[in-house]
């Protein structure tokens, strides 16, 4: 997978989505921290919501980062009236 800063994905926008849309995912950076993905649409609508959730969890896993305590069912209900 590919990986861009923010700047040269704003200077090379079109260039970027014309990769994306030949199948390639370009990952986005802001100061060598990822903070976006770039996928063709069809490769994004067939990922359901279980392995999207699996793959938060593994991200969280890989950079060591807490959730501020807060567990994924806690999160994905946040703003939701009871």
Do not use: C, W
């Not at 926008?13 to 370009?26: D, N």
């Not at 969890?57 to 209900?77: C, P, Q």
């Amino acid at each position: 997978m590919t990986s861009v800063g923010t700047f040269e994905a704003k200077t090379h926008l079109t260039r970027l989505l014309a990769r994306v849309a030949k199948g390639e995912r370009i990952v986005i950076t802001n100061r060598g921290k990822p903070v976006a993905l770039l996928v063709p649409p069809e490769l994004d609508e067939k990922r359901d919501s279980a392995r999207v959730g699996q793959e938060m969890l593994a991200y969280r896993d890989r950079v060591k980062r807490s959730l501020d305590g807060a567990t994924f069912r806690e999160m994905a209900h946040e703003g939701h009236r009871y």
